[in-house]
């Protein structure tokens, strides 16, 4: 992640939980992520989006979204899945996730990856989508992707 407390915050749950084998990374620069190429069995895509799935416990957010910000958005999400996924070794899995419901950051996104030349060496494994309307909770989106061997 980019922000520290959020990787402390992580720290704390995973222990919380019983997960003792994480390894968290602070991603500062670019260079990071080069450093970390080829070395990741698992990454984890908690991707920036609009937050359109979380609107029952926030419902302002609807009137706060700019057609602006969807655009940038969508653009850091490709952004992330192209040098993000640069990390795992091959046979590694990605997930990469929203709490948004609109395709356009989900599985629009994840296929865009898969036909992009980083994605060409990607498969997806599965994907599921978490809809307020059906099950009651906030709306995620998840992919799990995997680096052919």
Known sequence: DIYPAKLKELKKRAKRDGAFNIETRLISSSKVIKRLSNTADRVLIDAPCTGLGVLRRNPDAK??????????????????????????????????ATCSILPLENEQQVSAFLKSEPGKDFQLLEERHVLPSREGFDGFYMARLKRRD
């Open 63 to 96: 009137w706060k979204l700019q057609p602006d910000f969807v655009a940038e958005v969508c653009q850091t999400q490709q952004e992330l899945l192209t040098s993000y996924s640069r990390m795992l070794k091959p046979g590694g899995q990605m997930v990469y």
